[in-house]
């Protein structure tokens, strides 16, 4: 069932617009949050988004959905349904057989659905709940219809080559031994030049010992 949008000249909506601007945007107890709040979608796909009601039972709203897109540039009233069984009414430029709607009383969730979109339909989607004169809307779910989606895959890199020297493992000594062969070498020469400089000094005292004993011998008084 065909109903005016927003933009329209029906009385109904020209009323709710008045009663919207005059009670302001949380007239309404109740809240809406809408998911996804931002989504990018292939053209000629389908989307679905959802509307949930806090605050206020379903039952009593009736559940309304618009859009604002480049093409329009002011509300553009797509579809209604009171409950989950009530009747559903479109906008006056709206095909039924691309926009459905579909309520959960139990759930308190209106879901939108959207067929074949077009670049047309990029646009932001806003769900409204009323009930009496009083009206909210929900923050906005932005669709951006495209001809590829972006990935979200990390490019491949390139493992970069390791700079670090590898560290030389160190070779266990035998047991009782705690110093290489490098370094008992120049110990062991130390040691045997030592040895030999002892010898030659007390070769060369003993031979002047025995100079200074005969001396004293052969000079000394008797």
Not at 34 to 39: E, F, K, Y
Not at 93 to 115: A, E, R, W, Y
Not at 179 to 205: D, E, F, K, N, R
Request: one cysteine or more; proline letters at 5%.
């Amino acid at each position: 069932m065909k109903q005016p949008g927003l933009g329209g000249p029906g009385v109904t909506q020209c009323l709710i617009l008045m009663a919207f601007c005059v009670t302001g945007l949380n007239s309404l107890s109740a809240t809406l949050a809408q998911n996804p709040t931002c989504v990018d979608q292939l053209v000629g796909q389908s989307i679905t988004i959802s509307c949930v009601v806090k605050g206020q039972s379903m039952e009593r709203l009736e559940l309304f959905w618009y859009r604002k897109t480049e093409k329009n540039g002011s509300m553009e009233f797509i579809i209604s349904a009171k409950g989950s069984i009530g009747k559903k009414f479109y906008g006056t430029k709206i095909n039924p057989g691309k926009f459905t709607v579909k309520n959960d009383d139990l759930q308190s969730k209106s879901t939108l659905g959207i067929k074949n979109l077009g670049y047309s339909d990029t646009g932001t989607y806003y769900c409204m709940a009323g009930t009496s004169m009083k009206y909210t809307f929900g923050d906005g779910t932005i669709l951006t219809v495209v001809d590829f989606l972006p990935t979200t895959a990390k490019p491949a890199t390139k493992k970069p080559p390791c700079k670090c020297k590898k560290q030389k493992t160190a070779k266990t000594s035998p047991p009782g031994v705690s110093c290489s062969v490098v370094i008992w070498a120049p110990l062991a020469g130390l040691a045997l030049m030592l040895l030999i400089g002892q010898y030659l000094l007390a070769s060369h005292t003993y031979r002047v010992y025995r100079r200074t004993h005969v001396y004293f011998r052969k000079y000394s008084p008797k």
